[in-house]
C-alpha cells in the first residue's frame, strides 16, 4: 500500500513558476513509476509527465514540454514537478500518481490531488 500526498500548489501570474511535491509513504517507492497528471474543469484527467523507477527516463506531454521537468528523490521517497512559464490552461488539479511495472493498471494509487491556479 502506498500513500500519496502533494504539495506545492496554488495561485501564480501567467509566466511564473511552481514545484509540486509528492511525498510517498509505505514502502518500495523506488519500486514505481512516478508520475503527474491533471484536470482542467469540464475535461478529462491526462499524464502530464511520467519518471522511471530510478529517473533515467522522462516523458512529457507535449503541451508541456520544455517548461515542466518531472524528477525524483528515492531516498525521500519523494517525485516532483517544476513548472516553469505557466499558462492559463495550465491550470488544473494536479495529481500524483504510482504504477508498478507488470500491475496491468495503468495507475495503482493516486494522491488527493492539489489546485494549481494560472491567472493574473
Known amino acids: 500500500q502506498v500513500q500519496l500526498v502533494e504539495s506545492g500548489g496554488g495561485l501564480v501570474q501567467p509566466g511564473g513558476s511552481l514545484r509540486l511535491s509528492c511525498v510517498a509513504s509505505?514502502?518500495?517507492?523506488?519500486?514505481?513509476?512516478m508520475s503527474w497528471y491533471r484536470q482542467a474543469p469540464g475535461k478529462e484527467r491526462e499524464v502530464v509527465a511520467t519518471i522511471s523507477l530510478f529517473g533515467a527516463t522522462t516523458n512529457y506531454a507535449d503541451s508541456v514540454k520544455d517548461r515542466f521537468t518531472i524528477s525524483r528523490d528515492n531516498a525521500k521517497n519523494t517525485v516532483f514537478l517544476q513548472m516553469n512559464s505557466l499558462k492559463p490552461e495550465d491550470t488544473a488539479v494536479y495529481y500524483c500518481?504510482?504504477?508498478?511495472?507488470?500491475?496491468?493498471?495503468?495507475?495503482?494509487?493516486w494522491g488527493q490531488g492539489i489546485q494549481v491556479t494560472v491567472s493574473s
Open positions: 509505505g514502502s518500495s517507492f523506488s519500486r514505481y513509476v
Open positions: 500518481a504510482a504504477k508498478r511495472p507488470g500491475s496491468g493498471r495503468e495507475v495503482d494509487y
